[in-house]
């Protein structure tokens, strides 16, 4: 066994580099990394970049984003206050969903900046984020509501911003889930 230092943001970064480890990289402008508090008790993971993700380098900024600054404002809290990042750190192109292969390449990084944060809650946005670090393929609509477990950590699962944009009827499903989150956190 080698002599082992504590795993670090900037040695993520390091890593991460100017990545080309999947076909990702072809068509984007700025690997999207995460940002928040390092020490957040709550972190949002979602799916993946979109135009305006890949253009600022910053998560959840177009529309969705302002979504998502919104539920985290119902629940209390700011931006500046939870860690916010993605699934995948490369925004695929023309928002297609995630495939497997670039989510198993890019997966290490987000489990690592996990594992350095050391949450007590995560909330997944959407099916990609939930069946992803839940190792499942129920759907979102059977894991959303409970929280489950990753490594020890509360997940609990709900709809995507995204999603939310198109279908306002589930708006209320998604703040019962909030209003979930804040009793475990606060209770
Ligand atoms: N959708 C996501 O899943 N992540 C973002 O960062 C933006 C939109
Ligand atoms: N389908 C998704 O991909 N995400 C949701 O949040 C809901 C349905």
Redesign the pocket.
């Known amino acids: 066994m080698g002599t082992s230092f504590p795993d670090t943001f900037e040695a993520i970064r390091i890593d991460l580099d100017d990545c080309h480890r999947c076909r990702l990289s072809d068509g984007r402008k700025n690997i999207v990394f995460g940002e928040g508090d390092p020490h957040a008790r709550l972190v949002f993971v979602g799916e993946a970049p979109g135009f305006e993700e890949d253009q600022t380098g910053h998560p959840f900024v177009g529309a969705a984003g302002q979504l998502l600054t919104r539920i985290i404002q119902a629940i209390q809290l700011t931006r500046q206050q939870v860690y916010i990042c993605n699934i995948l750190k490369c925004r695929p192109p023309g928002n297609r969903n995630p495939m497997p292969d670039e989510i198993a390449t890019c997966l290490p990084f987000l489990k690592r900046q996990i594992a350095i944060i050391k949450p007590d809650f995560i909330c997944a946005?959407?099916?990609?984020a939930a069946q992803t670090l839940l190792e499942t393929n129920k759907p979102?609509?059977k894991l959303r509501g409970r929280f489950h477990s990753y490594q020890g950590i509360k997940v609990l699962p709900?709809?995507?911003p995204a999603?939310l944009l198109r279908h306002e009827e589930k708006k209320r499903e998604v703040w019962e889930d909030m209003q979930k989150l804040m009793q475990e956190m606060h209770g």
């Open positions: 946005l959407g099916t990609f979102i609509t709900t709809y995507h999603f």
